[in-house]
């Protein structure tokens, strides 16, 4: 059963079940993930990160600001309160390098449009893992950066820097222009 909260999103979302059965876990032998959750969605969250081979080490609590540099007290979100903060779940998983006490477990942030986490996320990540691999999943325009792999349905094309990724994206690009044309030419006949 879906989790009705109320108001109209613009993007589509996913069944529990559905976030459950993501690979996640064959993507890294050892790293960290960060797991953005709203408050309904802890214990799933957490569920998840231990689905993928990740033990929960930190959780990050954004507090959410206007503009006037004060607490969100109003909002979209909450059955019964108002939510003011959101919460990232930090899992580990194997034995990688890592930078430790770089950073506080708190960011006050402004809220911007729906969905859009802060910033200052990557400004930690980067920090606690500055030699590691990056991977943003759901991404959109905003989240692209230097150095990351940014997947998402919401981007504007593809936007790869990395010599090795932008070369095996554009051979399976090639492959799958070929796999489609084949297809057409199977369905014309």
Same mark, same amino acid.
């Given at each position: 059963?879906?989790?009705?909260?109320?108001?109209?999103?613009?993007?589509?979302?996913? #069944?529990?079940?559905?976030?459950?059965?993501?690979?996640?876990?064959?993507?890294?032998? +050892?790293?960290?993930? %960060? @797991?953005?959750?709203?408050?309904? =969605?802890?214990?799933?969250? #957490?569920?998840?990160?231990?689905? !993928?081979?990740?033990?929960?080490?930190?959780?990050?609590?954004?507090?959410?600001?206007?503009?006037?540099? /004060?607490?969100?007290?109003?909002?979209?979100?909450?059955?019964?309160?108002?939510?003011?903060?959101?919460?990232? @779940?930090?899992? @580990?998983?194997?034995?990688?390098?890592?930078?430790?006490?770089?950073?506080?477990?708190?960011?006050?942030?402004?809220?911007?449009?729906?969905? /859009?986490? $802060?910033?200052?996320?990557?400004?930690?990540?980067?920090?606690?893992? $500055?030699?590691?691999?990056?991977?943003?999943? %759901?991404?959109?325009?905003? *989240?692209?950066?230097?150095?990351?792999?940014?997947?998402?349905?919401?981007?504007?094309?593809?936007?790869?820097?990395? $010599? $090795? @990724?932008?070369? +095996?994206? *554009?051979? !399976?690009? +090639?492959?799958?222009?070929? #796999? /489609?044309?084949?297809? =057409?030419?199977?369905?014309?006949?």
């Amino acid at each position: 059963m879906g989790w009705d909260i109320h108001m109209e999103l613009p993007y589509g979302t996913m #069944r529990d079940d559905e976030m459950r059965a993501m690979p996640v876990g064959s993507l890294s032998d +050892a790293g960290l993930i %960060f @797991l953005w959750v709203t408050g309904r =969605a802890m214990e799933l969250g #957490r569920e998840c990160l231990e689905l !993928w081979g990740y033990k929960i080490m930190e959780e990050i609590v954004w507090v959410k600001i206007n503009q006037l540099q /004060r607490i969100i007290r109003t909002g979209r979100t909450g059955h019964w309160l108002n939510h003011s903060k959101e919460h990232c @779940l930090v899992g @580990l998983k194997g034995s990688p390098p890592l930078n430790r006490g770089v950073d506080c477990d708190v960011i006050v942030s402004e809220v911007r449009e729906t969905s /859009r986490k $802060p910033d200052e996320i990557y400004g930690i990540i980067e920090r606690c893992c $500055p030699d590691g691999r990056k991977l943003e999943i %759901f991404g959109r325009n905003h *989240n692209i950066h230097d150095g990351w792999l940014v997947l998402g349905n919401q981007l504007d094309g593809v936007h790869l820097t990395e $010599p $090795p @990724l932008l070369e +095996a994206y *554009n051979k !399976w690009a +090639a492959a799958e222009r070929s #796999r /489609r044309d084949a297809q =057409a030419g199977e369905k014309q006949s």
